[in-house]
């Protein structure tokens, strides 16, 4: 069973910048995509970001522009660049596999609480 370990959140100014980090423990093929997810507050869990096996990347449209997946296959990690960070960026981070539409490879990780505020 793969687990996700989710660090590097943190509060932070509106207008700053956050580096996420997500390493797995447990085996996990590179053959899998990646993703970072968030939930705020009184909120659904979302995602935000998703990286292929060979690189390819998506984005929510709400951090598009903003925010960089990348991922190291030979570490088995995947970050998360933040930049120009705004108040409703505020929540809790999270990383898995994303397997299909609502589906993912592993149980939730305790995630990383980012906050964004002056």
Avoid: H
């Avoid at 509060?11 to 705020?40: D, E, M, T």
């Amino acid at each position: 069973q793969v687990q996700f370990v989710e660090s590097g959140g943190g509060l932070v100014q509106p207008g700053g910048s956050l580096r996420l980090s997500c390493a797995a423990s447990g085996s996990i093929f590179s053959i899998y995509a990646r993703g970072w997810y968030r939930q705020a507050p009184g909120k659904q869990r979302e995602w935000v970001a998703r990286i292929g096996s060979g690189g390819s990347t998506n984005y929510a449209d709400s951090v598009k522009g903003r925010f960089t997946i990348s991922r190291d296959n030979a570490k088995n990690t995947v970050s998360l660049q933040m930049n120009s960070l705004k108040p409703e960026d505020t929540a809790v981070y999270y990383c898995n596999s994303p397997l299909g539409p609502g589906t993912v490879l592993s149980s939730w990780g305790q995630g990383t609480q980012v906050t964004v505020s002056s």
